[in-house]
């Protein structure tokens, strides 16, 4: 089954569900990555640290390339050591580029970080460039600083966080929202609201917030070191969500971060 991606406002296209591996040991990330490519994801969201695991994952895995979508987050920091802790990532990832770099996090020097960024995406090193954890008033910042517009945004959301004024303020600006933590790091799976609608049409709960998750339009990147799970993430492209149970989840939003 093929997983349905949306096109940056650059042209390059992201599969809608990612899988991610921040948090996760070497190893630990080697064995989720091969299941996840054995069940058929093709797009993998690194976390710096997991590059090497990933990248030997890939180099073994017998997938061509251009069927994949890989990206790599680069901590907001000053320019030289954001250049250094980028050609790392990008040399431990051990592909001609990334599909997608991300300057994750507001706490450093983000404009300088986002400059490392652009000169990677003007080397043809990376395909595009996002950021992860802004909020508007930072998008606005990072936009009125370097005159560019970052053509991803990775934040926590979910039906709890759905993250409404920001997502309008990336539709103004062509920026494309990507869901971090899509099940809340799984408080949301025991929600009465989900565990009703996974009843409802025979998935899971984790199926139903991840089903919500695409009919709504943003890239999720699910999470799971559990084969069993990783599967189930991945059962969500046969069934559809009727307009009345999305108006349900919409109204689950309450400002619940984790
Ligand atoms: N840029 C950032 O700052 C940032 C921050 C947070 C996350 N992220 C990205 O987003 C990805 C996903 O975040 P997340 O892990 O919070 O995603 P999530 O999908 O909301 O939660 C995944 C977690 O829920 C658990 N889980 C899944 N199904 C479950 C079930 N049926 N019962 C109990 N537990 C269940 C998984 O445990 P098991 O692994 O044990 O199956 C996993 O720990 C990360 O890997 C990362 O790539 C980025």
């Not at 709890?160 to 920026?175: K, N, S």
Request: with cysteine; proline share 4%.
């Amino acid at each position: 089954m093929a997983v349905p991606s949306l096109a940056l406002s650059d042209g390059v296209r992201i599969p809608q569900l990612l899988f991610g591996v921040a948090g996760l040991s070497a190893a630990e990330t080697g064995r989720a990555v091969r299941i996840a490519l054995d069940t058929g994801y093709r797009g993998i969201d690194t976390a710096p640290g997991t590059e090497a695991a990933v990248g030997a994952v890939l180099a073994a895995a017998e997938v061509p390339r251009e069927d994949l979508f890989v990206s790599v987050h680069v901590p907001a920091q000053g320019y030289d050591t954001a250049r250094r802790a980028a050609d790392q990532a990008l040399t431990a990832l051990g592909l001609e580029r990334a599909d997608l770099c991300l300057l994750d996090g507001t706490k450093g020097a983000f404009t300088d970080t986002w400059r490392v960024l652009s000169r990677l995406r003007a080397d043809g090193r990376v395909r595009a460039a996002g950021v992860a954890g802004f909020g508007v008033a930072e998008l606005r910042r990072l936009i009125d600083a370097t005159g560019s517009v970052p053509t991803v945004n990775q934040v926590e959301l979910h039906p709890w966080l759905q993250q409404l004024p920001l997502r309008d303020f990336h539709a103004e600006h062509g920026i494309l929202t990507a869901a971090s933590s899509p099940a809340a790091n799984s408080a949301l799976l025991a929600d009465e609201t989900v565990t009703a609608l996974a009843a409802k049409y025979g998935k899971t709960p984790s199926q139903i917030v991840l089903r919500w998750h695409l009919q709504t339009g943003t890239v999720a990147v699910a999470a799971s070191v559990t084969t069993t799970r990783t599967r189930e993430h991945f059962g969500i492209f046969d069934f559809e969500l009727a307009d009345d149970d999305l108006a349900v989840v919409a109204e689950l939003d309450n400002g619940t971060r984790v």
